[in-house]
């Protein structure tokens, strides 16, 4: 294995637990397309109708500047685990907060659009090609839809593993599972998604 | 698939991933070797893959490097920074990025951009110095450039003073340090130090474009600056090379949207230096301004964002005449515009293109109508032109219309501008411009064609019998009627007039030959199919007289034209039902084109459409040896991306294909046919970005829409519609005389069936609508033309698609009314075509969902009086015996039947058509068995008819 070296990342949050506000906005930048298309895929019910995935996201970024403080950087993953598990937090508040107030329906705004998706899509693919900016609507609601159907954990910790990209290591010390586990639970969820991806555009037999 | 399968394939897609995750895709292609289930494993693989799903594994391993981390991820590629374990040295590898699963297509890609690089040698292209492949595919090694990307210095240089040098602050603020302060390009004022960039930029791209390299992806992420003030071009995973296969023929546009030209984003294929010249214009437009530039099309005048403060100092010049929206316009050479920057770097002035004075008096006379008023009179005088003999009503006086010329003049004039036609002085020039010009070729010889036959001179004849052929080609594929009839009226008696003077070298004869092919197709859009006949006999006849007078160079090219037109006299005498004439005239196209061997591809298309007609025709022994044949050829054509296939026949051949597998009616025809037919609509569609006014285009295109629509009708009604109202948009966008033709015509109603065919599951109200609306359309197109079993036949099933949407919409009455309509269209369509298994099978259907439709009313009277009426008009064909037979037998055992009088008619009914099916003999293997089947149940009837009696 190669030796480990620093990443811009690890610079970044030195610099930020150091004090410095032009490194920690870095930070957030860097980590803001990763964390809008966590919050989409990861309350499909939440963001869309209700509230704007940006909003909840600058929401989130906000208490992580408040909260810094708090942070003890442990490593690679560290950070991106803590600004997931505040996403988690505002999305259950929000939920709870609409539920609440039983908002009426018609000031519910339609948020999306096919260039949101694509944005979402580029967040986590790294790739924005025109071609994925075209199919990107089709392609996100099928996957919103599919990792809706494979249920709660098994979407949370693909969200975390995939998307997030929070190493295996970290996830399985946030849950307090060995590592083995959340790889094995992992990849059951990817192939139960990819299963349902795939039953979804088998072509219906002809009557 | 079972669910214990379905379980079993999730558990073997887990640890794929698993094996992915630690080994590679190497790992898990052997894994995965002889698993019977490796297709679906495959297939989930590649949609985690297709969703960024699969995780990137640790850097891959290089025998010989050592890979440390990271430096970049693109569309296809990664590249990794790496020591070169044999020298020490620091180099840059670039791999498949690992995520995406097992793609043949990116390794080829990856394969050739290591060739293509491999033989560009220069000093701004980063050089290939190692290349290899590894378990992930192949994989290169390039010496690593410590420097930053424009696009990286674009972020930073706002936040820069506007200090000696923007360029060296911004790297420095980017992190790259120990810059060489005396290098040129730190040296310079930032509009020179721009020019000086795009100057390297340029020059590499002149030796790429001399080896026949186009990069296709210039932009500012592409291009590094390193401390010491060089310029590097990087990435040529894009870059088409014109010595290797064109593997993304048939691709959407590849390339930053924001640099692209209008050609490449319109998708075209035929891109050339310029494109490249666009992109490194937009590039230096957004060092300038901070901005690419605004997307134009081609009709736009400048790319150029209001309000852009462009560079002072000639950069502005040269980056304008970059990034103009027409490629005829630009530098045509990346030479030109290096040489041109140099001289903004050199403080000289530059010497942009100039644009060339016929484009820009075209601009003025569309900018101002007014002016073309001379020509539009003088073109009125023209349409009404008469040979000797003609002209019955009076015209008006040419001497009055439009300028004058001497003879010699309008001689000049009119080769200057058939020239700019021929040739479009090196670019391409656009069929507006091309109508523009032959109209006013006509208009300088105006004077000279006004008088009788024999005395126009020899050399306006000649020329303007060129400008009306082409007028009237153009304005055929424009749609413009009026004109092209004309065109062609006073096109063919000038050609004749030319062949009585004895002008039959073989450019006339070749030339008559494509207006006689013109006329013919004129004629067949019309559904005036024996004139069509007539004219294509007539082409044919000419390219056969030129060929032995022309020169040896042209005989390919008229080969191809004479096997085409055979081909389309082929097609005519198919559609007025001369199916043996048209079978002859098949064969010798298909000879013709077999005797020249650069015309395969054209071979096995003829090939195709003959299988087709036999397929159709009911002709199953021969179309299947045909289709060995062709079936093969066309889809390894079509998969071999070196065949050189041009886009028209490419179309031909998934036609061809989609149709066969819709004629042998296969069970799988859903999902066999669904890809080729999208990829005709993706064709036809770029045939349209590409001729906007071309509406032969927009009606093939519609057709092409309305395929793939009625396609996707049965398993995606949205879809499908959505897919039907682009075709119908597409129709109504026509000229109004185009509601003449009759392809528009048929079109629409085919459109509005397939509409309500997507509909009946989704609104079958709405679906009775649209099938309404395509019956009267239909109807009105056969009452317009001599009446033709295929339109008759396609008549039937629009009416049974109707009653379907009445039956779905709880009216049966109506749908009994409409169904016995069908079954007479198709009735009648027999009458004309005997031998059409369509027609008979369409006439079964009518007849099994009439009597289900009965039943379901409970009116077994009227389903007697049906049987019998089609017991009588088939009364003398032995194969609809049978099956009427079996439906009568149907009826007298079906336990609802009430044991009187009409379980007597029933049971004579079924004795009546055994007896007329088993003395027609036996005539094939099937009638054998058919017989049999008959024989038994004829003793079965008579038993029944005789306790019958007793009772």
Same mark, same amino acid.
Request: with cysteine.
């Given at each position: 294995?190669?030796?480990?070296?620093?990443?811009?990342?690890?610079?970044?949050?030195?610099?930020?637990?150091?004090?410095? *506000?032009?490194?920690?906005?870095?930070?957030?930048?860097?980590?803001?397309?990763?964390?809008?298309?966590?919050?989409?895929?990861?309350?499909?019910?939440?963001?869309?109708?209700?509230?704007?995935?940006?909003?909840?996201?600058?929401?989130?970024?906000?208490?992580?500047?408040?909260?810094?403080?708090?942070?003890?950087?442990?490593?690679?993953?560290?950070?991106?685990?803590?600004?997931?598990?505040?996403?988690?937090?505002?999305?259950?508040?929000?939920?709870?907060?609409?539920?609440?107030?039983?908002?009426?329906?018609?000031?519910?705004?339609?948020?999306?659009?096919?260039?949101?998706?694509?944005?979402?899509?580029?967040?986590?693919?790294?790739?924005?090609?025109?071609?994925?900016?075209?199919?990107?609507?089709?392609?996100?609601?099928?996957?919103?839809?599919?990792?809706?159907?494979?249920?709660?954990?098994?979407?949370?910790?693909?969200?975390?593993?995939?998307?997030?990209?929070?190493?295996?290591?970290?996830? %399985?010390?946030?849950?307090?599972?060995?590592?083995?586990?959340?790889?094995?639970?992992?990849?059951?969820?990817?192939?139960?998604?990819?299963?349902?991806?795939?039953?979804?555009?088998? *072509?219906?037999?002809?009557? | 698939?079972?669910?214990?399968?379905?379980?079993?394939?999730?558990?073997?897609?887990?640890?794929?991933?698993?094996?992915?995750?630690?080994?590679?895709?190497?790992?898990?292609?052997?894994?995965?070797?002889?698993?019977?289930?490796?297709?679906?494993?495959?297939?989930?693989?590649?949609?985690?893959?297709?969703?960024?799903?699969?995780?990137?594994?640790?850097?891959?391993?290089?025998?010989?490097?050592?890979?440390?981390?990271?430096?970049?991820?693109?569309?296809?590629?990664?590249?990794?920074?790496?020591?070169?374990?044999?020298?020490?040295?620091?180099?840059?590898?670039?791999?498949?990025?690992?995520?995406?699963?097992?793609?043949?297509?990116?390794?080829?890609?990856?394969?050739?951009?290591?060739?293509?690089?491999?033989?560009?040698?220069?000093?701004?292209?980063?050089?290939?110095?190692?290349?290899?492949?590894?378990?992930?595919?192949?994989?290169?090694?390039?010496?690593?450039?410590?420097?930053?990307?424009?696009?990286?210095?674009?972020?930073?240089?706002?936040?820069?003073?506007?200090? %000696?040098?923007?360029?060296?602050?911004?790297?420095?603020?980017?992190?790259?340090?120990?810059?060489?302060?005396?290098?040129?390009?730190?040296?310079?004022?930032?509009?020179?130090?721009?020019?000086?960039?795009?100057?390297?930029?340029?020059?590499?791209?002149?030796?790429?474009?001399?080896?026949?390299?186009?990069?296709?992806?210039?932009?500012?992420?592409?291009?590094?600056?390193?401390?010491?003030?060089?310029?590097?071009?990087?990435?040529?995973?894009?870059?088409?090379?014109?010595?290797?296969?064109?593997?993304?023929?048939?691709?959407? *546009?590849?390339?930053? /949207?924001?640099?692209?030209?209008?050609?490449?984003?319109?998708?075209?294929?035929? =891109?050339?230096?310029?494109?490249?010249?666009?992109?490194?214009?937009?590039?230096?437009?957004?060092?300038?301004?901070?901005?690419?530039?605004?997307?134009?099309?081609?009709?736009?005048?400048?790319?150029?964002?209001?309000?852009?403060?462009?560079?002072?100092?000639?950069?502005?010049?040269?980056?304008?005449?970059?990034?103009?929206?027409?490629?005829?316009?630009?530098?045509?050479?990346?030479?030109?515009?290096?040489?041109?920057?140099?001289?903004?770097?050199?403080?000289?002035?530059?010497?942009?293109?100039?644009?060339?004075?016929?484009?820009?008096?075209?601009?003025?006379?569309?900018?101002?109508?007014?002016?073309?008023?001379?020509?539009?009179?003088?073109?009125?005088?023209?349409?009404?032109?008469?040979?000797?003999?003609?002209?019955?009503?009076?015209?008006?006086?040419?001497?009055?219309?439009?300028?004058?010329?001497?003879?010699?003049?309008?001689?000049?004039?009119?080769?200057?501008?058939?020239?700019?036609?021929?040739?479009?002085?090196?670019?391409?020039?656009?069929?507006?411009?091309?109508?523009?010009?032959?109209?006013?070729?006509?208009?300088?010889?105006?004077?000279?064609?006004?008088?009788?036959?024999?005395?126009?001179?020899?050399?306006?004849?000649?020329?303007?019998?060129?400008?009306?052929?082409?007028?009237?080609?153009?304005?055929?594929?424009?749609?413009?009627?009026?004109?092209?009839?004309?065109?062609?009226?006073?096109?063919?008696?000038?050609?004749?007039?030319?062949?009585?003077?004895?002008?039959?070298?073989?450019?006339?004869?070749?030339?008559?030959?494509?207006?006689?092919?013109?006329?013919?197709?004129?004629?067949?859009?019309?559904?005036?199919?024996?004139?069509?006949?007539?004219?294509?006999?007539?082409?044919?006849?000419?390219?056969?007289?030129?060929?032995?007078?022309?020169?040896?160079?042209?005989?390919?090219?008229?080969?191809?034209?004479?096997?085409?037109?055979?081909?389309?006299?082929?097609?005519?005498?198919? /559609?007025?039902?001369?199916?043996?004439?048209?079978?002859?005239?098949?064969?010798?196209?298909?000879?013709?084109?077999?005797?020249?061997?650069?015309?395969?591809?054209?071979?096995?298309?003829?090939?195709?459409?003959?299988?087709?007609?036999?397929?159709?025709?009911?002709?199953?022994?021969?179309?299947?040896?045909?289709?060995?044949?062709?079936?093969?050829?066309?889809?390894?054509?079509?998969?071999?991306?070196?065949?050189?296939?041009?886009?028209?026949?490419?179309?031909?051949?998934?036609?061809?294909?989609?149709?066969?597998?819709?004629?042998?009616?296969?069970?799988?025809?859903?999902?066999?046919?669904?890809?080729?037919?999208?990829?005709?609509?993706?064709?036809?569609? /770029?045939?349209?970005?590409?001729?906007?006014?071309?509406?032969?285009?927009?009606?093939?295109?519609?057709?092409?829409?309305?395929?793939?629509?009625?396609?996707?009708?049965?398993?995606?009604?949205?879809?499908?519609?959505?897919?039907?109202?682009?075709?119908?948009?597409?129709?109504?966008?026509?000229?109004?005389?185009?509601?003449?033709?009759?392809?528009?015509?048929?079109?629409?109603?085919?459109?509005?069936?397939?509409?309500?065919?997507?509909?009946?599951?989704?609104?079958?109200?709405?679906?009775?609508?649209?099938?309404?609306?395509?019956?009267?359309?239909?109807?009105?197109?056969?009452?317009?033309?001599?009446?033709?079993?295929?339109?008759?036949?396609?008549?039937?099933?629009?009416?049974?698609?109707?009653?379907?949407?009445?039956?779905?919409?709880?009216?049966?009455?109506?749908?009994?009314?409409?169904?016995?309509?069908?079954?007479?269209?198709?009735?009648?369509?027999?009458?004309?075509?005997?031998?059409?298994?369509?027609?008979?099978?369409? =006439?079964?259907?009518?007849?099994?969902?009439?009597?289900?439709?009965?039943?379901?009313?409970?009116?077994?009277?009227?389903?007697?009086?049906? /049987?019998?009426?089609?017991?009588?008009?088939?009364?003398?064909?032995?194969?609809?015996?049978?099956?009427?037979?079996?439906?009568?037998?149907?009826?007298?055992?079906?336990?609802?039947?009430?044991?009187?009088?009409?379980?007597?008619?029933?049971?004579?009914?079924?004795?009546?058509?055994?007896?007329?099916?088993?003395?027609?003999?036996?005539?094939?293997?099937?009638?054998?068995?058919?017989?049999?089947?008959?024989?038994?149940?004829?003793?079965?009837?008579?038993?029944?008819?005789?306790?019958?009696?007793?009772?």
């Amino acid at each position: 294995m190669p030796p480990h070296r620093p990443t811009q990342e690890d610079l970044l949050i030195e610099r930020s637990l150091a004090g410095d *506000p032009a490194a920690l906005q870095g930070l957030l930048v860097r980590n803001l397309p990763t964390l809008e298309t966590y919050i989409r895929l990861r309350s499909p019910d939440l963001v869309g109708p209700r509230e704007s995935v940006t909003d909840l996201a600058q929401s989130t970024c906000r208490e992580i500047l408040e909260n810094l403080d708090r942070f003890q950087h442990g490593g690679e993953g560290h950070f991106r685990a803590w600004l997931y598990e505040t996403a988690d937090r505002k999305l259950k508040n929000r939920r709870r907060h609409n539920h609440a107030q039983r908002r009426d329906v018609k000031r519910v705004r339609p948020m999306d659009s096919a260039h949101d998706a694509a944005r979402h899509l580029a967040g986590f693919r790294g790739v924005h090609t025109p071609s994925a900016h075209a199919e990107a609507r089709e392609e996100l609601d099928e996957l919103v839809d599919c990792l809706d159907e494979i249920g709660e954990e098994p979407r949370r910790l693909i969200l975390l593993a995939r998307i997030a990209k929070i190493p295996h290591r970290v996830i %399985a010390e946030r849950q307090k599972m060995s590592e083995a586990t959340v790889r094995q639970a992992l990849h059951r969820a990817l192939a139960a998604l990819a299963e349902r991806i795939a039953s979804r555009r088998r *072509p219906e037999p002809p009557s | 698939m079972t669910q214990s399968d379905t379980n079993y394939v999730q558990d073997l897609v887990a640890h794929c991933i698993d094996l992915f995750d630690c080994e590679g895709a190497g790992g898990v292609d052997e894994f995965l070797a002889d698993n019977p289930h490796r297709l679906e494993v495959r297939e989930h693989l590649a949609i985690l893959s297709d969703n960024g799903l699969l995780s990137p594994p640790a850097p891959p391993s290089i025998q010989g490097y050592e890979l440390s981390y990271r430096i970049g991820v693109g569309g296809m590629g990664e590249v990794w920074a790496a020591n070169d374990l044999r020298t020490g040295t620091s180099v840059a590898i670039k791999t498949i990025r690992c995520d995406l699963f097992n793609s043949p297509r990116l390794i080829k890609r990856l394969q050739r951009e290591v060739e293509t690089v491999a033989r560009l040698q220069h000093e701004v292209i980063v050089p290939v110095i190692d290349s290899g492949e590894n378990v992930l595919g192949p994989w290169f090694a390039m010496p690593r450039v410590l420097g930053a990307s424009l696009e990286c210095l674009l972020n930073v240089l706002p936040g820069v003073s506007q200090g %000696a040098s923007p360029l060296a602050l911004a790297l420095e603020q980017a992190g790259i340090g120990d810059l060489d302060q005396d290098a040129k390009l730190f040296s310079l004022d930032y509009a020179r130090s721009v020019a000086y960039i795009g100057a390297s930029v340029a020059d590499a791209l002149a030796t790429a474009h001399a080896a026949g390299v186009l990069h296709r992806d210039i932009k500012p992420s592409n291009i590094l600056i390193t401390p010491k003030g060089e310029v590097r071009l990087i990435d040529f995973g894009l870059a088409r090379d014109e010595l290797q296969s064109r593997m993304t023929a048939t691709d959407s *546009p590849m390339g930053s /949207l924001a640099y692209m030209p209008p050609e490449q984003r319109a998708g075209m294929q035929d =891109l050339d230096a310029t494109a490249d010249i666009h992109a490194l214009g937009a590039t230096l437009h957004e060092l300038v301004t901070g901005k690419p530039p605004r997307p134009q099309d081609e009709r736009g005048t400048s790319g150029s964002n209001p309000g852009d403060d462009l560079a002072p100092g000639g950069l502005n010049i040269v980056i304008e005449a970059s990034i103009r929206p027409q490629r005829k316009h630009r530098y045509s050479s990346a030479a030109q515009l290096r040489d041109d920057l140099e001289r903004v770097v050199a403080k000289n002035s530059p010497r942009p293109p100039r644009i060339p004075l016929i484009h820009r008096s075209m601009e003025a006379v569309r900018r101002h109508p007014a002016l073309a008023l001379g020509i539009a009179l003088a073109l009125g005088a023209l349409l009404t032109w008469g040979l000797r003999g003609k002209a019955p009503q009076p015209r008006p006086p040419v001497q009055n219309l439009g300028p004058k010329f001497s003879m010699e003049e309008a001689a000049k004039l009119a080769r200057r501008l058939s020239a700019i036609d021929r040739r479009g002085l090196g670019k391409k020039v656009t069929l507006e411009e091309r109508l523009e010009i032959n109209r006013a070729i006509l208009t300088f010889y105006a004077p000279f064609l006004d008088r009788a036959d024999k005395d126009i001179p020899k050399v306006a004849l000649a020329d303007a019998s060129v400008a009306m052929k082409t007028l009237a080609q153009l304005n055929y594929t424009c749609g413009s009627l009026g004109e092209t009839d004309q065109a062609l009226e006073n096109g063919l008696r000038a050609y004749k007039e030319r062949l009585r003077r004895g002008d039959e070298i073989g450019q006339t004869l070749a030339e008559f030959a494509a207006l006689e092919r013109t006329a013919a197709l004129r004629s067949a859009s019309l559904k005036q199919l024996d004139e069509s006949i007539k004219h294509f006999r007539n082409s044919a006849g000419y390219f056969r007289r030129a060929r032995p007078k022309l020169d040896r160079s042209k005989h390919n090219l008229l080969d191809r034209r004479l096997a085409g037109t055979l081909g389309e006299l082929a097609n005519a005498h198919r /559609l007025i039902g001369q199916v043996e004439e048209s079978l002859a005239v098949w064969d010798t196209a298909i000879s013709m084109a077999d005797s020249n061997p650069k015309l395969q591809a054209l071979a096995i298309s003829l090939r195709g459409r003959k299988m087709l007609v036999l397929r159709a025709k009911g002709r199953a022994r021969e179309a299947a040896s045909l289709q060995e044949l062709c079936v093969t050829a066309m889809k390894r054509m079509l998969e071999d991306p070196e065949s050189g296939l041009s886009r028209k026949q490419r179309i031909d051949f998934l036609q061809v294909l989609a149709q066969d597998i819709h004629l042998s009616g296969q069970n799988r025809s859903v999902s066999d046919s669904g890809p080729y037919l999208a990829e005709v609509v993706k064709l036809r569609r /770029l045939d349209l970005v590409e001729q906007p006014k071309h509406n032969v285009a927009r009606v093939t295109l519609a057709l092409a829409l309305s395929n793939y629509g009625a396609h996707l009708a049965r398993h995606d009604p949205e879809g499908a519609t959505e897919q039907l109202q682009q075709s119908l948009r597409l129709l109504d966008e026509l000229p109004k005389e185009h509601d003449k033709l009759a392809d528009v015509e048929s079109t629409r109603s085919l459109v509005l069936n397939n509409l309500s065919i997507a509909q009946l599951r989704l609104d079958p109200s709405r679906a009775a609508k649209y099938s309404e609306q395509a019956i009267s359309a239909l109807k009105e197109l056969i009452e317009s033309q001599p009446a033709q079993a295929e339109s008759l036949s396609m008549l039937g099933g629009f009416l049974q698609n109707h009653a379907n949407a009445l039956m779905d919409s709880n009216r049966p009455r109506e749908a009994v009314e409409v169904i016995l309509e069908a079954i007479d269209a198709q009735e009648r369509a027999f009458a004309l075509n005997k031998r059409s298994l369509r027609i008979r099978s369409t =006439l079964r259907v009518h007849l099994d969902e009439l009597i289900a439709l009965y039943a379901a009313l409970n009116d077994p009277v009227s389903t007697v009086s049906l /049987l019998k009426r089609v017991e009588t008009f088939f009364e003398n064909e032995p194969e609809e015996q049978r099956w009427i037979a079996e439906l009568y037998w149907k009826q007298a055992r079906s336990p609802e039947q009430p044991r009187d009088a009409h379980a007597k008619v029933t049971l004579e009914g079924t004795l009546r058509c055994i007896r007329r099916a088993l003395n027609a003999g036996v005539e094939s293997p099937i009638s054998i068995a058919a017989n049999s089947r008959l024989s038994g149940l004829l003793l079965e009837a008579q038993y029944l008819e005789l306790i019958e009696r007793k009772e």
